[in-house]
């Protein structure tokens, strides 16, 4: 039994060092501009701006958001409504839209709003 919690507790240890690891600074966003990653943080704020496009603040309310996920097209469906205040992450291109850190996504495996942040 001791062998089986101790087990529990080092997978555990892994998969929160991870996802910290994946939590980025503005330094390390700028880094990777251009170039496919990761990144995790917390929604502060949604906007939906089209039927096409929705706008996630992670890191900060809007205009004090880290980030902007900028979810494009009709094929990612996430309860738009009770997202704000939980954990997020997000697989694309790292780029600057006005001077601001953003990844667009456009597909339904580049979000996992099931990871742990911290």
């Not at 991870?18 to 917390?42: I, M, P, R, V, Y």
């Not at 603040?57 to 409504?81: C, E, F, M, R, S």
């Amino acid at each position: 039994m001791k062998k089986l919690i101790f087990t529990g507790l080092i997978v555990l240890a892994i998969v929160k060092t991870t996802a910290a690891q994946q939590t980025f600074s503005s330094e390390s966003f700028n880094k990777k501009l251009g170039k496919t990653g990761t990144l995790c943080d917390t929604v502060y704020s949604v906007r939906i701006v089209a039927d096409t496009l929705t706008l996630l603040n992670l890191g900060g309310a809007y205009p004090n958001q880290k980030y902007t996920v900028a979810v494009k097209g009709t094929k990612i469906n996430l309860d738009w409504a009770n997202i704000k205040g939980k954990p997020l992450c997000v697989t694309g291109v790292f780029i600057l839209y006005k001077n601001r850190p953003e990844i667009v996504i456009d597909l339904p495996e580049q979000i996992n709003a099931n990871k742990l942040v911290h």
